[in-house]
Every structure is written in structure tokens, then in C-alpha cells.
């Protein structure tokens, strides 16, 4: 099983050295009868040209890794019955990278398709055979950085730069000829598993050590692409510690690793992670900026900030991070999540697509200069657990290509890559899928509110889970209103947009609803622009989402899914049937409890 | 440290091998210059008399045992200043057991005191000091069965029948000077692991499986006190998967062990753990008695039903189950829980004989013929975790001994034994002790209504933990009232009483405050008798309880515990102060907010 690129039918063999080698075998096998002449040009870099020749011969011309990402461009277009007319192309982003969030032991945080790719029994670990798989699935989608571990570094991790070094280099040889790039993430504090009593970033004997670590690590992987850090957050130390500002650790570290190319990426998602539930001035979204904004232009040339797509965590809507819009001066990244953390856990359908078109609705993109996107893989046989849930990696990779992607026509190529199926097939499936975020979300929390999701393991509702707890996420939903006024008037997070963005949310007669409850605190009475009420909605919304799914299910069980995705879907959308009609029921009885307002309609809330 | 046996500075001693002997020694230490002499008559069993002899010296006479629980009563009483009277003694009931939840890998469930006295990695394992210790305290609190493993039986906790019989067995004759017989938890599917391919209870290879085992297990513990079994429980194998009912499970148990004069201890602590939410029909508190009453009359002599003292599951405020007086012609025991699990996990003060004493106003000392407490100990230096939750183990043990006990002076014989305090002190003490579990009470969730807890650990506030969970702990609290209606008009739990006792609860205006909120569905304007809306009370009770918590914790930092207790107790006691600080809060805003009464006195009530 190779998800899209089932037709690929010989598995990449050993010993292939270079992007234009893997590029020859892929073309030969896929078109034995083709000529393709591959014409490296190193300032090409990554971008590629296509040429078709006199004679039906073709020609690509690229850079070292952009000969592979034309060929798989050529194989995968020609499968998708499309004629070679000439193209040109080279991504929009350098970086394109997958975070893993493997642990050594083999667990996945957040991981739902099984267990890690890479580490087993606290050492890394793999087959090879997989890790080529992986490298051509990477490959074809144009992403070209893997972070193979947590950003949560917890011993024994630390020793991929230490004892576990060279073991890492081999794997980083191993993705070599798919043009991927490794990362690692790295534990702030570990200049003092070597007797350094501090971590101080200013400490000239902390950064003495990063030197001679960065200097003993690349001299093993001359290509690694950098390190990802997690710093002062939920528990990871950081500069704080030593009364620094982040631009102070994270430049020690680039310091250290420009001399080889490398890059620091360094996470955003500070936030205070023992709130208490009674302190109404602090505003969890305002909490990245705070950190932040003011560092704009203090950071080397080589770092780049990875900021969470939203200002919480993933929820399946929210608006952008105002970080992203507000450090002009600074390198940033955005970050997605694949990982179905708070969108079904790979068993609910949610194609995230989507969701991220609507987020470049307001980033132009030149806002940011990578993306970032934390995995949803593992070594179950298909890779995703779910395998619908590969068009997000998929649509992923084209989308950090190209941010001009077409959500439609990027899912409707994924159907037709994975499954061949005729025509109708393939539209109902496409949109299917495409319509499958808007049925979660209808299903869940309503309105951007976000949470009501049970704590810790994320799935399921749990509508007031997270209401009197220390994370900052609260709806304080009474009898009469629910949500958070986040406008001026409120906690002030609106005020961290430029004012065209901050217009369209501030009035809540004029804030598109889908993030009514995010900026707002409305009475369940409030009239909404259609004429409804909210809390009318709200019930209207969960029954319609319900029902949605079970029509979603009815059309997947008539597409000719093979086998084993035929049974897992059939096995998973039980279960998402389950779900939605738990969360659609406890969401319903749980507003209606508070407002006491029947549905207009009748249908059953339950007392 | 030895708990309220302080005053006995020297350690048991390795070899001996009679309760006749460990009372020579004790008594012989104690005081080495009175004369006592040990009189055996075995038909006094576990009775004794001690009576003053002319010229000083002092005669115990008891059966085998009867004269340790004599020379420690001697010896306890004496240490409390009292005078040699002559005393007869002898226990109400003849199985006074502590239910250990222990883990072969060593973890206990729900133990808040360290880890297991008796397992390690997977096999029995212990130190003989520490059992040497626990034997005397159970001893000296006349505590007589020790059973040793989870209810939930696991692998491998099986081989406690099997390969780790021998172990089990140099156990029991650690504890035997002290007159401690063991028990042991078994699974009800064992004969699985032997290659028969059912453990349906009227299968004559199962049955001839069990007798079996019970020969070669009575063979090397001839003493061992019997079987304890939790069956079709909380996905615990039993008689259900067969079509078989309890008594077919538990009478083929104990024609297995009737030979040996062994006991098959049987929960009663049977339901629906898989209950919808939706569904209003089902009770839960109704199960215990729906799965056993009609079976009364049906079980085997050496049966015995282990019933939880409540309907659920040791929440605060319970009443007496209605089995425990339902079934008149079975013989019952009354499980207590000294393990805090719903009661502040051994970190908030919690004694509980006020609550025992008054589950024995409604239940008769004869309806019952053994008492069970879940036990609280692990290998904490201090064997309870929190010093002060000593107090429970030793006045369970008076309890048991006699139900009739006064929990004014059992606490503080306790006290007097544990810290010998000024008198004042000691009163003190003694009092802040009594009055604990009613602060715990008021803080905690109201009038009787239970399970407004955190789900799993069952430590904290989290009023609609269990709300739409699978367990059928349902508070259906609304904008304008809270409480399921258990009367004959609503579920008709109430109706599995005596009319004698149902109709003190049946009428809202007349039931018991502590107990309206189990028993009915009230409005918040609800006028108690007091005068007070029901509202008004839940204010006030928590506000009250978080005071008395407060003035509770300056009490206790003006008594001159020792260390390590002042240490344990000062850091157990900031906790305590947090979380009822979380609670008080919790639980108010929770009910303002559903019904947006203001506190009539204005005190803060968070929004």
C-alpha cells in the first residue's frame, strides 16, 4: 500500500543515491516506453520545467531535487490522465515540513495511526523498506523537512545529538535520495546534561557548548535542516528561566548553527498553562503576541518563528494568529496540524483543506516564509489509520508548494491518484470530503468557541471539561449568554489586528457567524442576521450536522472502496456515527438545560 | 514509626509462632514488672477476659487469639491511663477484614499511601519488619482477614493459586502469631487458564476445577480465610455469560472450599456501567438490589455478600443500601471504604466513623454478620499517607469489633495513643477530627447528590464530570432545578425500603436535608425548613465549609505534632485548603450561573 501513489507498484529499491537517480527509476517503471531526459541545473534548486520534446520524448530540467519533484510531477499528472503540455514550477516555500511528535519509546503524542516510524524501545529504529515508502510519499507531495521527534524532549531523546548521533545520520541518509531533510527537536536545557550548571543562553559556557554540539552534529549530517525548539511551555525550560527574552535563546542557538546552513525554528506557543479559572483578564489568544510582537526584528537571519495557525490550539476554527500578521521584520512560519487532535482523531473525517484556504483569506503569502505541519503518521499499514485522512498530508504538500492550490482540484487529484474511481465516484467522494470539516464542525463546539471537547485525550464532547481548569479555554456559559467578549471592549485580543481584519469581527451584528462565540458574549437570544435566534442555531446546526454525517455515511458505504480501506472506513464511520450523535445530543441538552429554550422545531433534546 | 502503638518501642521479633507468644512478648516489654498470666480456653475463640489479680498481677483468659486481643487491650488501655477493671470481650463479628486493592506490579488502586506491602514486579514480595509491623497494628485494632490482592484480578495475580502459592503461603504464616487469616481476590475465569475452554459455574469440569485448586491451595494455607469475588462487574468475567445467576456462581465457589472451612466472600457491587445518558429508566442506585434480592435464601452457608454500606460507590452522603436489609435469610457483610477515593484521596481530612455510626442507625448490628472496609494502607514510612488517616484503620478495627462503639471516645483513644497530647490538645484534636468529614461534606458536592468530582481520579471539582458519561451518575442539573426524583413517583429506588425507613425520606418537606438532593428534584427556591432556599443553602454550605477548612488548618498548626507527622501534615493540609478553595468556588459559580441567584449575603461568587 503506497495511499496515492498505489500505482507505483515496484517499492523504491536500496542504493539509490541521488534525487535524479530515484527520479530515472520512478520515470522507467512508470513509463517504460517514454523517453524522459532529465537536465540537472543547479540554480534551478527545487523548481523544475517540463518539456515535452519532438518525437514524444520529454525533457526535465531542475535542480538537484527539482528533477525528482518534475518527475514525480510528470508521473503523477500523466496518472491523472492530464497531457503533457509544458510547466513550469518551484515551490513558494523553502521549508515544507512535517513535525513528528515520536517519541523514543515509540509512542506518538497525538499520534492516532499507530506508533512511531522511527524509535522503538528509546532508539531509533526503523525498516528500511517503510522509511523509502515514506521518503517517495514525502517526495511526491513536494514536502522536503521531517522533525522526527517530539517537541517535547524527554530523556532519552537528548542522545540523538549525543550517543544516538550516528544512527541518526544513517536515517538521515536514508531520506537523502528523496530530497527530505531531517530536523531534529532539541531540549533547551541540554547544555547541562554535560555539567554545565546552567542553560542561560548568555552563558558563554552554554553557548560555547551549543558551538561545539552544532559543529560535532553537522560534521555527521552536513544537510540536517536545523533544530525545532519548544521553549517555556507546558513545562519545557527556556529563557525565561534565566530572566532572558526569546530572541535571546533563540539567536544563541542560530549562532551556533549558522556556520553549517542551519536553521532554528522556535515555537510560538507560549502561553500561561496555570490560569486560574477566575482571573477574567488574562485571554489565552492574547498570549503569543504578548510574548512576541515586541521582539520584531531581534531575531538572526536564521531563525524563523512557528506560530500555531490560530491564538489557541488547533480547534476546528479559529481565526488567524495575529502573530502572524504582526512581525513584519521576523521570519515565520505557520504551523498546521494533520495530527486529528481535536478534529476526530483520524477516525472522524475532517479534510483540513479547507480550513486552510480560509486561513490565507487574511495571511497574504508572502506573510510567512515556510509552513509547518505536525504529522499525522504512524506505522499503521496505511500510514494515516484513517485512509481518507492521507489527503491531508496530500493536499498538504501541494498546498506548502503552492498556496494558490485549488482545495477542490487538490482533493479531486488525490481521489483520482488513490483510487481510480469513474467520474461520479470520484465527485462524490471529492466532495464528500471536502464538505467533511463543515460537518465536524457543525456536529461540535458551535461558533468558534472552541473546547468542549473531553480533556486530555481530546476526543468526544465534554461541553464545560475544560470550563473551571487551568489551560485558559473557557465559555463561561450561564443561563442567559455564552462566550468571551474579546473586542476592545472586552480582553482587547481584537486589538492585536490591523484594523481591516479587527473591523470585520468587532460588531457582532456584522462578525460572520462561524466566529460569533469566538469574539463575542451573546444571549442565547440574540438575533443572528438570517433571522434565527442563537441558541436556534446551535440546536440547528448539531441536528443538521448529525444528520449530514449519516447521509455522509450512507454515500461512502456506495463507493467501491477496496480492500482493507473498505473495512476500516466502514469501521471508523461507526464510530464517527457514535460521536456525532454524542456530541450532537450533549451539546443540544446542555444549552437547552442552561437557556431553557425549547427547539423551534421540535425535535428531541434530551432533559 | 508504628502509628498508635508508639509507646511499644521494641520490634516484634522474628519467631514467634502463636498469638499466645507475641502476647507474652508484648505484654512483657509493656510492662516488665507487672505480672500477667495467659490463660488459653479455646471455646472463648476470639473472647477474652482480663481480670485484676490480688497482689498486682493480672490474668488474661481467652481462646487462642482471644488472649493477644486481651493483652492488647490490656496494654492500650493501660497506655491511656485506665485502671485495671475486670472486662469481658468478645466480637460482634467474626470476619473483620481489610479488602487490600493491591497490583502484583505493585501499584495499589486506589491507594493514596505509596505503593503495595506485598507485591513487586509482578510477584509477592515484602519486608518482613514492615509486615511484622502491620500485623500488630491490625491485630492490636482486632482486625483478623487480610485480603491481599485487587478485586480486579489481572494477570498475573492468578499465580497467586498457581506458582506463587508457596509465596502466598510463607504470607499467611507471617501473619499468623498476629491472628491475621488470609484472604485472596480470584478470578471467576480461572479454569480458562487450565486449558477448559468455559467457566460456566454448572459445568461439572469448572466445578471439579475449583475443587481441586481449593484442596491444593487449603493444602499449604490451611487457615486461609476464604475467596473473594467481583463478578460481571465493571467488565469482571462471572455467571451472566453463562446464563447463570449469582448464586450459581458463588454456591459452586463454595462447595469448593466448604471442606476446608473456607468462606466465598461475594461483591455485590453490580450494574450498568455502560449506561446512555438519554436513558432515564435506569438508576443506578437500584441495581445492586435488582441483581441479588430475589435471591435471597439461595446462597450456601459459608456465602457471604459483601455489600457497598451505600447504593453507589463510597460518595460522601449515602444511604444505607437497601440489600443490606433486604435479604434476611442470607448472610451479609457491609463494605466499607477507609481508602479516601471519593473522600479527599488521604490529602484532605476525612474521619469516618461519624458517617459509620450513621449508616448503623438504620441497619441493625444483627442484619449483618461481617463487616469489609477497603483498606487505606501502603508502604509510606506512615503507612496511611496522611498521619491523621491512621484514625480511620484503628477505629474500624473498634468498630468491627463492636458496633456499639462511640466514635467521641474511639477518636480519642486514638489520639491519646498516637501523640499522648495535653488534654486540651487532645480535645481538640479529637474534635477537629469528628467535625472533618461534615467540612468535607459542606464543600464538597451538596445534600447528598454526589459525583460532582473529576472523573478517573476522583480528586477535585468537576460538576458535570459524570453528566453525560456511561455510569449512571446523573445530577440533571437545569436553570431551574437539580436531583433525580428516586421516590416512588420518580425511579422508585425508595420503594426497595422498609415503609419505616422509606417514609422518612419520601417528602421533601420532612426528608433530611443532608439527604434531599439523593432523593429528589428541587427547584433552586426550594424552601428547606430552615427557612432557607435550597439555593441559599448550597451558598451557604460552601462558603461555611471552606471557612471551617481554614480554621481547621490554624487549629492544626497549633498542635504539637512530631515530626515527620507536623511536615506531612502541614503540606497535606495547604492542599486541602486549595482544593477546597476549587470546590467552594466551583460549585457556587456552577449553580449561579444555571440559576442566576445572587448570594443573599454578597459574598463573591465568581462569574
Known sequence: MNLWL?????????????????????????FPDVQVELAEQSAMGEGYRIDPLPGGSIRITGGSTGVLYGAYRLILDRFCGETAAAVESAPKYALRMIDCWDNP????????????????DGKLSWDPLRIR??????????????????????????????????????????????????????????????????????????REWWKQTAGRVWAEIPDLAGFLVKADSEGRPGPFTYGRNHADGANMLAEAVAPYGGTVVWRCFVYNCRQD???????????????????DGEFAANVILQVKHGPFDFQVREPLSPLLLGMKKTKLAMELQLAQEYTGHQIDLYTMIPMWKELYEELPADSIMSLAAVSNLGDDANYTGHPLAA????????????????????????????????????????????????????????????????????????PSGYEYDLWGTYHKADRNAVGIDRTEAGTGYLAQYPEEIAKKYRDPNTCPDLYLLFYHRLSYTFRMRDGRTLIQRIYDDH????????????????????????????????????????????????FHRLSGIPDERGRTIYD
Chains 1, 2 share one sequence.
Open 105 to 120: 519509546d515509540g509512542t506518538i503524542e497525538r499520534g492516532y495511526a499507530g506508533r512511531s516510524l522511527f524509535f522503538r
Open 133 to 206: 515508502e515514506l521518503g517517495r510519499l514525502l517526495a511526491s507531495a513536494g514536502l522536503n523537512v521531517l522533525c522526527i521527534n517530539n517537541v517535547n524532549v524527554h530523556f532519552p531523546a537528548q542522545l540523538l545529538l549525543e550517543d544516538d548521533l550516528p544512527a541518526l545520520s544513517a536515517l538521515a541518509e536514508a531520506f537523502r535520495p528523496f530530497g527530505v531533510r531531517l530536523m531534529v527537536s532539541v531540549d533547551f536545557s541540554q547544555p547541562m546534561r554535560s555539567g554545565i550548571p546552567t542553560a542561560d543562553p548568555l552563558d558563554p559556557a552554554v
Open 543 to 590: 441536528f443538521e450536522g448529525l444528520e449530514e454525517t449519516r447521509a455522509m455515511a450512507g454515500a461512502l458505504t456506495g463507493l467501491p472502496f477496496p480492500e482493507p480501506d473498505a473495512g476500516v472506513i466502514r469501521e471508523r464511520m461507526e464510530k464517527q456515527l457514535y460521536n456525532a450523535r454524542e456530541w450532537c445530543d450533549i451539546i443540544n441538552t446542555f
Open 277 to 295: 479559572w477566575r482571573d477574567t483578564k488574562t485571554d489565552r489568544p492574547k498570549a503569543a503576541w504578548e510574548n512576541y510582537a515586541f521582539l
Open 391 to 462: 489527503v491531508n498530508l496530500y493536499t498538504y504538500g501541494l498546498l506548502a508548494w503552492d498556496p494558490g492550490t485549488d482545495p477542490e482540484e487538490a482533493v479531486a487529484r488525490w481521489c483520482r491518484l488513490t483510487y481510480g474511481f469513474a467520474p461520479a465516484q470520484e465527485k462524490a467522494l471529492t466532495s464528500l470530503l471536502l464538505s467533511s470539516r463543515r460537518i465536524y464542525e457543525k456536529y461540535t463546539a458551535p461558533l468558534g468557541i472552541g473546547w468542549m471537547v473531553n480533556p486530555h485525550d481530546h476526543y468526544g464532547p465534554n
Open 6 to 30: 498505489t500505482r507505483l507498484k515496484e517499492p523504491v529499491p536500496a542504493g539509490l543515491e541521488t534525487p535524479a537517480e530515484l527520479a530515472r527509476f520512478e520515470l522507467s517503471r512508470a
